[in-house]
């Protein structure tokens, strides 16, 4: 009986001492987990911390941005080819008033889609009476024909929105004028004249290569039998600057913040010193300062920006707009999120779609960073249906929002400074005289149009630009507004053509 005891005894002190072996084992599992998981997060952590850090923004390096912008402007404004910014000559010296009567057309071409507008001027501060557009998609074969046929159908299709309203016929029989917005390189010569550079987006006319591209619109227009003139050709920055102009005369610049960005102002021509031309009625002219190929050291690149200018087709070009506007901010918080990703293990087992380039766009970007929700559900929706990746617990949401913001910080901070360098410039920003002659300290109400999806559809975007305005330039900001615009490319265009084919003289 007692050996038998015994032997009981010694089997549950093995069982005892197994269990213990095990939960042992379980523990060290645990801990070893735990270290793990400490060690991915503290890895994310770090990754994001260096991030933010190559990120910075303080307002010290934003008025080095300010200064270098202005230096560039200079150089531009000098010579061609003397700098980054081509600060190219519009020929425009003459943005409507809002006095402007009478009806008045546009044509909008920038990519697969043109618009026709007509735009009906009341004369009376700045009221536009009517307005009309139509969209038309531009076939696809004809993006690789011939200019003859190219803006054949343009013409046509003109003529057909002309000859539909009844009202723009009744009793019209003098020349139409046009105005022609055309976002393609071209290199101007006078206001309604300019030659064909090179084609984007997809187009490839050969026989356009060099030419007068207003000549071949007109030459299509006459064959048509339709009465119109072109008198202006803008692009769609300058044409967001004259429709600013028209509902507001201290409107200095325009700036487009989208898919891509741009910038224009009106300048002093005397300035302008590589002007060989006979001074304006005005004394002014807008420069399209083609900003987004702005650059300088003092701009914060990350190793991310690095990698991805390297891999783009325009390698070491537009080095600004690759910062902040839409077509890459997506693509520089997808990088990061990768690296993390494949550092860290913080998302689990990533899927391919991460690591695939322009996996995110912009505006999902956004999406994810102005998520109010407690569980931040559309971050959690758009990283598991864009990005594949599955069950990511709301600590790790919580890290994809403030990727994204840092991002978005740093492009809405430096356009800050883009404009402020614009102001300064011109002595619109309290450091010295500005250009109408007012001595230093009297400071004048300064308005900036803005346009473009990037600004008006990212709320957080506008107010770390506002923010970064007001750092930048202290009590002097209260002077400074930013407007935004709709449409302004095309009936900016239309207000132009009011504006450059009235008889009076215009003053900007």
């Known amino acids: 009986m007692g050996g038998g005891g015994g032997g009981g005894r010694g089997v549950w002190f093995g069982v005892a001492a197994g269990c213990a072996a095990a939960a042992c084992v379980i523990a060290a599992a645990l801990v070893?987990?735990?270290?793990?998981?400490?060690?991915?997060?503290?890895?994310?952590?770090?990754?994001?911390?260096?991030?933010?850090?190559?990120?910075?923004?303080?307002?010290?390096?934003?008025?080095?941005?300010?200064?270098?912008?202005?230096?560039?402007?200079?150089?531009?404004?000098?010579?061609?080819?003397?700098?980054?910014?081509?600060?190219?000559?519009?020929?425009?010296?003459?943005?409507?008033?809002?006095?402007?009567?009478?009806?008045?057309?546009?044509?909008?071409?920038?990519?697969?889609?043109?618009?026709?507008?007509?735009?009906q001027l009341g004369g009376k501060g700045s009221n536009i009476l009517k307005q009309k557009v139509e969209k038309q998609p531009i076939p696809q074969e004809l993006m690789t024909s011939?200019?003859?046929?190219?803006?054949?159908?343009?013409?046509?299709?003109?003529?057909?929105?002309?000859?539909?309203?009844?009202?723009?016929?009744?009793?019209?029989?003098?020349?139409?004028?046009?105005?022609?917005?055309?976002?393609?390189?071209?290199?101007?010569?006078?206001?309604?004249?300019?030659?064909?550079?090179?084609?984007?987006?997809?187009?490839?006319?050969?026989?356009?290569?060099?030419?007068?591209?207003?000549?071949?619109?007109?030459?299509?227009?006459?064959?048509?039998?339709?009465?119109?003139?072109?008198?202006?050709?803008?692009?769609?920055?300058?044409?967001?600057?004259?429709?600013?102009?028209?509902?507001?005369?201290?409107?200095?610049?325009?700036?487009?913040?989208?898919?891509?960005?741009?910038?224009?102002?009106?300048?002093?021509?005397?300035?302008?010193?590589?002007?060989?031309?006979?001074?304006?009625?005005?004394?002014?002219?807008?420069?399209?300062?083609?900003?987004?190929?702005?650059?300088?050291s003092h701009l914060p690149r990350t190793?991310?920006?690095?990698?991805?200018?390297?891999?783009?087709?325009?390698?070491?070009?537009?080095?600004?707009?690759?910062?902040?506007?839409?077509?890459?901010?997506?693509?520089?918080?997808?990088?990061v999120l990768f690296r993390i990703a494949v550092e860290s293990e913080v998302f689990g087992d990533v899927g391919s779609k991460l690591s695939q380039p322009f996996a995110l766009s912009t505006p999902l970007m956004a999406t994810m960073h102005e998520d109010e929700s407690a569980d931040l559900r559309e971050v959690k929706r758009i990283v598991e249906q864009t990005l594949q990746i599955p069950d990511i617990p709301l600590k790790t949401r919580r890290l994809v929002v403030k990727v994204c913001d840092i991002v978005s910080r740093r492009a809405a901070r430096l356009v800050a400074a883009g404009i402020v360098g614009i102001l300064k410039k011109i002595g619109r920003d309290g450091s010295g005289p500005s250009t109408s002659g007012r001595p230093k300290g009297q400071l004048m109400r300064t308005v900036v149009a803005v346009e473009g999806g990037l600004y008006e559809g990212y709320s957080m975007f506008r107010d770390y630009v506002d923010e970064a305005i007001v750092e930048i330039l202290g009590d002097v900001a209260q002077n400074i507004f930013l407007k935004t615009t709709v449409d302004g490319s095309g009936t900016g265009a239309a207000l132009l053509a009011a504006a450059h084919s009235s008889n009076r003289k215009s003053y900007i």
Not at 54 to 68: E, F, H, I, M
Not at 179 to 204: A, E, N, Y
């Open 32 to 119: 070893s987990r735990r270290v793990k998981s400490h060690r991915r997060w503290q890895r994310a952590a770090e990754l994001v911390a260096e991030f933010e850090e190559g990120c910075g923004t303080p307002v010290g390096r934003l008025k080095q941005v300010v200064d270098a912008m202005v230096v560039e402007m200079h150089a531009g404004l000098a010579s061609d080819g003397g700098c980054k910014l081509k600060m190219l000559l519009t020929y425009v010296d003459s943005l409507p008033h809002g006095s402007e009567k009478g009806i008045y057309y546009a044509l909008d071409l920038g990519g697969t889609n043109f618009r026709v507008l007509q735009v």
């Open 146 to 296: 011939t200019c003859e046929k190219m803006f054949g159908f343009i013409a046509s299709k003109l003529k057909q929105f002309v000859e539909e309203d009844e009202e723009s016929r009744e009793g019209t029989i003098e020349t139409r004028a046009l105005g022609f917005t055309f976002s393609f390189p071209v290199k101007q010569s006078s206001v309604s004249s300019g030659v064909l550079m090179k084609w984007t987006k997809g187009f490839s006319i050969e026989d356009a290569a060099d030419r007068d591209i207003v000549a071949c619109l007109q030459e299509a227009l006459t064959k048509e039998g339709l009465n119109m003139q072109v008198a202006v050709l803008v692009n769609d920055t300058v044409g967001t600057l004259a429709l600013g102009h028209y509902h507001d005369q201290d409107t200095v610049a325009a700036v487009i913040i989208g898919t891509g960005t741009n910038a224009c102002y009106v300048e002093r021509t005397d300035a302008i010193i590589k002007y060989q031309g006979l001074l304006t009625n005005s004394g002014s002219m807008v420069i399209n300062m083609e900003w987004g190929n702005f650059w300088t």
């Open 303 to 335: 190793s991310y920006d690095v990698e991805l200018d390297e891999d783009s087709l325009n390698r070491t070009d537009q080095g600004f707009e690759k910062m902040i506007s839409g077509m890459y901010l997506g693509e520089i918080a997808r990088r």
